[in-house]
């Protein structure tokens, strides 16, 4: 059974940095896109960011200019870099790894990670 374990979660206060890392507990095959995701209380889980396994990434707005993503789709691993994190950014993070073999598709989903920003 294939796990993602996460880590870099933590307490910070606005302005910080905080560095999400996240990799798989064995080899995935067929790799098509990485990516993080967050749920903070009461809200649904939305898309913060993800890479493609050609490199291609994407960011949510509110993560534009003070987010970056790399991943590396052959060993199962993707990084999410957070600076000037404000309070907005509190939740829980979720790594998600997305594989596609013909027809086929399966998520890979993290444990979660707490980030809580303070003012």
């Known amino acids: 059974q294939v796990r993602l374990v996460e880590s870099g979660g933590g307490s910070v206060q606005f302005g910080e940095s905080l560095r999400l890392s996240c990799a798989a507990s064995?080899?995935?095959?067929?790799?098509?896109?990485m990516g993080w995701y967050r749920q903070a209380p009461g809200n649904q889980r939305e898309l913060v960011a993800l890479?493609?396994?050609?490199?291609?990434?994407k960011y949510a707005d509110s993560a534009k200019g003070r987010f970056t993503i790399s991943g590396d789709s052959d060993r199962g691993t993707v990084v999410l870099q957070m600076n000037s994190l404000e309070p907005e950014d509190t939740a829980t993070y979720y790594c998600?790894?997305?594989?596609?073999?013909?027809?086929?598709?399966?998520?890979?989903w993290g444990q979660g990670t707490q980030v809580t920003v303070s003012a």
């Open positions: 890479i493609t396994s050609g490199g291609s990434a």
């Open positions: 998600n790894i997305g594989v596609t073999y013909l027809h086929d598709e399966h998520d890979y």
């Open positions: 064995e080899k995935i095959r067929y790799i098509k896109v």
